[in-house]
């Protein structure tokens, strides 16, 4: 609504006042005088409502100078009451809306936390297969599979998992390759030119990430010392664009878009190399 409208002034002031009895404009104005006069003698006076009623007389003033009807203000009051009673259940439907989606997102916490949970504990399961002794119990003479997969798992591991796991330990397979070798499997194309007298030296460690993604550390070795010369990470993200590229297609490797590429791998078959890795952590 237009706040300069009379229409809409004289609404909003007929709303804070006592019942009118005008029946046009002109007994109106002698009712906001009248008004504004009792105002006035209130202590102290209530200048507030004073001010309102004088802006009244000059909206009525407006109205009378536009020849409006006293039946336009009030089809245009009965017409901003309808539209405000549509906004009202506009906004309860919203509020409903709103309850309703944090109700479901509250449940999908729920189920979230449970999901979790059963995936901690299957992962748990995983590390060394041992069942509850309550089901070789159950089972009585029958030999359970899992249990003698678990006996030749704990008699052939060096570590226990799940005392590594307790540890806070990761399984984070690491591998170790020469750049040589990463371009003759032409899983790298070329290093940054500024580095090449250094490429028949170089290693690469490749350590999966748990989030996704694989963490790079170049090595120059010299002799027996070996020194870090650059660590890269490529993100789930840009392995995920790797996997859309074209075959083999070329995708330079830095770990920021201002600074130069340290070398340029193709996409196909460091991808492969990567999931390689990643497997090697079942």
Known sequence: EDADNPRAKLEGLFRDVDLLEAKDFDE??????????????????????????????????????????????????????????????YLQQVETGLKKIEARKEAYSQELKMSINEYKQALSFSLDLGLPDIFQKMAGATQL?????????????????????????????????????LKKKKVIDRVHPRFVPLEKKMKITFRALNAGGVEMVVNVTQGSSQNALKTLIVTEETLTEM????????????????????????????????????????
């Open 145 to 181: 599979k899992f249990t003698s997969i678990h006996r030749t798992m704990k008699t052939r591991r060096a570590f226990d998992p799940k005392k590594m796991q307790a540890l806070g330990c990761d399984f984070a397979p690491i591998e170790t390759f020469s750049v040589l070798d």
């Open 28 to 89: 109106m104005k002698e009712e906001f005088e009248r008004r504004r006069t009792a105002y006035k003698t209130f202590s102290p006076p209530n200048y507030e409502m004073m001010h309102r009623l004088q802006d009244g007389l000059r909206m009525i003033d407006e109205l009378i100078n536009v020849e409006a009807l006293p039946a336009d203000v009030l089809e245009f009051m009965g017409t901003s009451l309808v539209q405000r009673q549509r906004h009202r259940k």
């Open 243 to 282: 996997r859309r590229a074209e075959k083999n297609e070329q995708v330079p490797l830095r770990n920021s878009p201002n600074e130069e590429p340290f070398l340029h791998c193709l996409s196909t078959n460091f991808v492969s190399l990567v999931m390689e890795l990643s497997k090697q952590s079942a």
